[in-house]
């Protein structure tokens, strides 16, 4: 079975940088196309970033150029770099496949951006 481990969160002031780490059990996280989603209070959750088996990167428009979705076979994690980060950037972030089927989603990680 899949497990979807998330963590680096955090509260961060606005321009501040974080990375979060999903950690990938249960199978090869490069076999099928992953990505970083995002849900807000309030809001639909959201996909932000995916990288393919192909290490081919897609981002959403509102994070284009200041997020960076990468992987490491090794580790069997998915990362995201989020830099120049924005109050309107703050969610819980949660990584799993980017079509069906899905893995369980894991328990995600608090992004907080604030002065």
């Known amino acids: 079975q899949v497990r979807l481990v998330e963590s680096g969160g955090g509260l961060v002031q606005p321009g501040g940088s974080l990375r979060l780490s999903c950690a990938v059990s249960g199978t090869i996280f490069s076999i099928r196309a992953m990505g970083w989603y995002r849900q807000a209070p309030g809001k639909q959750r959201e996909l932000v970033a995916s990288i393919t088996s192909g290490l081919s990167t897609k981002y959403a428009s509102s994070v284009k150029g200041r997020f960076t979705i990468s992987g490491d076979n090794a580790k069997n994690t998915v990362y995201l770099q989020m830099n120049s980060l924005k109050p309107e950037d703050t969610a819980v972030y949660y990584c799993?496949?980017?079509?069906?089927?899905?893995?369980?989603w894991g328990q995600g990680t608090q992004v907080t951006v604030s002065s």
């Open positions: 799993n496949y980017v079509v069906a089927p899905f893995a369980s």
